[in-house]
């Protein structure tokens, strides 16, 4: 049976999954600010349809991967929101019919 860990070194272990997390957070954060110029009107940023498959599908990996889906969904409905708010303000300021001076 595997030693217990002492709460210093689940601390260590968590930091290691922040900072993995934030990595990829930067990474989906760049993703999102690519499509947004992309997307016509902010109808099409905040695209409730795709919210709902993104959230369904991170239900369905939580479950796979043993966490708890209410959790996961919770997280993912914020994070989602957080971006959308990140790319209606890109999408503004690049989206499609502005001039870019080009």
């Known amino acids: 049976m595997p030693e217990a860990m002492s709460l210093d070194q689940i601390r260590t272990a968590i930091d290691a999954v922040d900072a993995e997390l934030v990595r990829l957070l930067a990474r989906r954060e760049g993703l999102v600010r690519q499509a947004a110029p992309l997307k016509r009107d902010a109808g099409a940023v905040r695209a ?14 939580a479950a796979t ?24 303000a890109e999408h503004r300021r690049t989206g499609p019919g502005i001039d870019h001076g080009a």
């Open 48 to 61: 409730p349809g795709r919210v709902e498959q993104v959230v369904a599908r991170a239900r369905a990996l």
């Open 65 to 88: 991967a043993g966490a708890d889906p209410d959790v996961v969904e919770r997280i993912y409905r914020a994070m989602v929101q957080a971006f959308i708010d990140m790319e209606l």
